[in-house]
Each structure stands twice: as C-alpha cells, then as structure tokens.
C-alpha cells in the first residue's frame, strides 16, 4: 500500500488524484477514517476506515465502502463518513452489520456488488489487478444471461452444491437461450450448451470466492458440485494444404469485393500467431516494422513483444494509413477499430472447407508448424508471446534476433500456402535426389544442396544456385561468396 497523504478531499483533490501502479488512498485532514481509494484503473471509491469495539491499536481495522465518485459527491460523501463515523463512537460496527445484510442478499445482487467491487483477476501473474474491459463485459453478460434467470431469486446463503449440479444442466440444456433486438442493429443473443455452462459455473464460482473474500458466505458451493469446469483441449491446427484452401478462399473474397480489412486481418492471423484482438486491435505505434517487430501494449499477458517474419512485415507495409486515426485496422464508423471479421471468417472457412475452424486455431498452426520444422521451443514461445512481460524485457535484446529468424523461417511456409504455392512445404527426403546434371557434385556443394532446400528456397532456385557453382567451377572460376539467406 502506498504511503497515506493527509489533505482536505476537496472536489480539486479528488478529480486531480491520477491513478498509479498500485491502488492507495488519500486520506482526510479534516476528518480522520475518511478518505478516497484510487484503483489501477483510475476508479476513486470514498471509504472510511475505523477500529472496531471500542478502538485501540489491539482492535481490528473495518473498512466501509462509501460509493464511488460520480454517484456520490465529495461533500455527500463526507456526510455519509460522519454517520458511519458516529455510529462506531457509540459502539457500533457498521462493517459487520453490512456483512450480516449482505449474507441475506440474493445472488443477483451479489452479482452488481461483484461487478463494483469484485472484478480482478483471481490467479496468475496478474492477480489483484482488474480484468480488462472486454473480459469483464463477458464475464458480466454470462452471469446476467445464465445465472441471474435460474439462481438470480436465490439467497446467497441458501445455494448449495446441488442447485450449480441442476443450473449446469440447465444451461447445458439452453433453459437461457435467447435472440432478442434491444435496438437498431443490436440484439441479444444467448446460446446454451456444454461449453456455456462451463464457462458460466467457472464465472459462477470466482462471485462465491469474491463472497468468501468479503466474509459474506463461509463456502463457495461451486467448488464441491459434480460439474465439469475445464473446457475441452485445443488440438486442432491446420496442415499445409489446407492453409492453401484458406489463401484461395480469401483470395476469392478480396476478388468478390468483401472488406479488404477482414481479409487482411485474417492473412496477419495466419503469419503472426496473434490472438484474435490482438491483430484486430493493432495500433500502428504497436508496429515496430524497422525491426520487425510486434510491440504490444496490452496483450492477454500485459506487454509483449512479437517477432515478425518477412511476410507479415510486407503485409503491415503495403497496408494504407488513415489519417488522425490510430488503429491499423480503423473501423468504418467511430473512433474503435474494425469489427467485421466474424462475417467475412465464416464465409472463409466455408468457402476453404474448413468447418470449426477459428481464428484461433491459426494460432496454434503456427506453433504446431514451427515445432515441426525444429524451431526450439523457447523460439516458438517467442513468436506465439507465451512469455511473461518481464521475461521478454529481460532477454528481449538477446532474443529478438534469432526469434526474428525463427519466425521469418516458419511464417515463409505459411505465407507460401497461404498464396497456394504448396510445392516447396513439403519435408524435404533425408537424402534428397540431386537433379539432373549434378550427379559429380562433391560433397560440399551436396551438402550446400540439402541446406538451401531445408531454408525454404525454391527448388529451382536452388538448382539455378548451384548450376552457377559448377559452372564457375568448371570454368576455373573461384566462389567466392556462398548465397545468403535472403537470396
């Protein structure tokens, strides 16, 4: 906790608090136990702090949340302080009181007390931290669609492992389904089934430890109900040939006229390895394309910093800026970024033959391709940004180069079947036919041979190489230098 300032919570003071890196609070000068607490996102909630029976330094701290700014005041909020403050002059204990009115609420309040006060992450490296935006609106809409209409009339206090066994099945039953147009252009749609209700329970069950926390129920019911809470492992990926058919039908839809942003951002998906929002989101101060590189300001993992290969930097290049505008991929309406993928994708796969297949499992395709050509694990953890924001910062200056590598040498077979050109993508034989005419090769220029075509060069220009080698050799002539990788 930072160090307490002591000044008069002025409406001046409260406004001017910045959020910080860590949650603190400012206390009052004017009167003690009441203060402001700034979170990391920048919320301000008013508070007061006391020492319950009695005081002393012996007695246990209470904190009594107040309200946020915005609903409250600063002067209203002083108010409220002085009679929660006044209360516990006379021996009151206002926060136990609060938990005792909190343990007879039900579970559809205790959801809105989650979404004020309870949404952080619960685990990992982030614990303690708010979720982002998008995963507490998701996280949100899951609880009010599922939880609220089966368990919502429910006292905290009175739902057991049974009643999360039957809303499971429930759910898993599509009892909440719904398709329902809330205003122009929007509609709310709300689908059932296994993984929903794993989904929801696993939401379900961080609300009861939220409770737990808060000392409003002893128990989280969740955690001992017969439910399955792990979702089903990825394994799909996409072999070579049928990233071909995925080029081929969106190069199909670009010739059809489709949004050229979908079909871009679904090509990045396929090169880069990103998470979905990651490439939809994409702002063009994230593009480091000097270097090569992704550096991403707020990814699953916080901060993270991407290889790219050559063809995902071509890509990123040729691409138009839009003015005043900071996204990549700038909507067609507003100031957010595009939000039309999900049309265009599906047309994609069903055009490539590919059903179930996401965005995602491109993902895992380029980790499943850069496996398979011998790329060490750390390199493929590198491309994919599977490291800790402080791991990459440490090495990052050590890692940046052979990751680059790696990536540009597993980004050139997807790219390649991307544009249907699946004829250099297969693994090279362990002793592979020297062509026609080069059968008193010796040794070297066999070796050197095998090399190119294991780098990914085309085989005719691979024998072209190699033609210029003999005839320069027969003609007395010295090589010189050996062909680069970038020839």
């Not at 926060?95 to 990992?124: F, H, P, S, T």
């Not at 379900?204 to 979702?231: G, H, M, Q, W, Y």
């Not at 991403?296 to 138009?320: F, H, M, N, Q, W």
């Not at 839009?322 to 067609?332: C, I, L, Q, R, T």
Request: aromatic share 4%; glycine share 8%; proline share 4%.
């Amino acid at each position: 906790m930072a160090k307490r300032v002591g000044v008069a919570l002025t409406k001046r003071v409260v406004e001017s608090a910045d959020k910080r890196d860590q949650r603190y609070f400012v206390w009052d000068s004017e009167l003690s136990g009441f203060g402001l607490r700034v979170e990391t996102s920048g919320a301000k909630t008013f508070v007061v702090r006391y020492r319950a029976e009695g005081g002393g330094r012996s007695a246990a701290q209470r904190f009594v949340t107040i309200g946020r700014l915005g609903t409250l005041t600063p002067e209203q909020a002083r108010k409220q302080a002085k009679t929660i403050l006044g209360g516990v002059a006379k021996g009151e204990d206002p926060a136990d009181e609060r938990r005792a009115k909190r343990r007879e609420m039900k579970i559809a309040g205790l959801i809105n007390l989650y979404e004020e006060e309870g949404c952080v992450v619960q685990r990992g490296k982030r614990q303690g931290q708010p979720m982002k935006p998008l995963t507490k609106q998701l996280t949100l809409a899951r609880l009010r669609n599922h939880v609220v209409p089966l368990l919502g009339h429910k006292r905290v206090s009175e739902v057991n492992a049974g009643d999360i066994e039957r809303f499971a099945r429930d759910v898993t039953a599509g009892k909440t389904n719904r398709d329902e147009k809330i205003g122009p252009r929007r509609r709310i749609i709300v689908r059932g089934g296994d993984g929903a209700a794993r989904k929801v329970v696993r939401d379900l069950s961080a609300v009861f430890s939220f409770a737990i926390r808060s000392e409003i129920v002893p128990r989280n019911p969740c955690e001992t109900a017969a439910v399955r809470k792990t979702d089903n492992q990825r394994k799909r990926f996409l072999l070579l040939d049928e990233v071909t058919r995925l080029g081929s039908a969106l190069d199909e839809l670009e010739a059809e006229g489709v949004n050229s942003k979908a079909i871009s951002i679904a090509r990045l998906w396929a090169l880069t390895g990103c998470r979905r929002e990651e490439i939809a989101s994409l702002k063009w101060a994230e593009v480091n394309l000097s270097e090569g590189l992704l550096e991403l300001d707020d990814s699953k993992t916080g901060k993270s910093i991407r290889p790219l290969g050559a063809a995902a930097v071509a890509l990123l290049e040729s691409l138009p800026r839009e003015a005043g505008n900071d996204f990549v991929f700038p909507g067609e309406r507003g100031d957010s970024y595009f939000q039309g993928t999900k049309r265009i994708w599906a047309k994609a796969i069903k055009k490539a033959k590919l059903p179930g297949v996401t965005p995602h499992t491109l993902r895992h395709t380029i980790g499943s391709t850069a496996v398979s050509t011998g790329e060490a694990l750390a390199l493929t953890g590198a491309i994919l940004g599977h490291s800790s924001p402080r791991s990459t910062a440490i090495y990052a200056h050590v890692q940046n180069d052979p990751s680059r590598r790696a990536a540009n040498r597993v980004v050139k077979k997807i790219a390649a079947a991307l544009a249907g050109n699946n004829q250099t993508l297969r693994k090279p034989p362990r002793k592979p036919a020297v062509p026609e005419g080069l059968a008193d090769l010796d040794g070297l220029v066999q070796s050197l041979f095998v090399r190119l075509l294991r780098e990914g060069l085309d085989a005719a220009r691979v024998k072209n190489i190699v033609t210029d080698m003999i005839a320069a050799r027969e003609a007395g002539h010295k090589v010189v230098q050996a062909p680069t990788n970038s020839e």
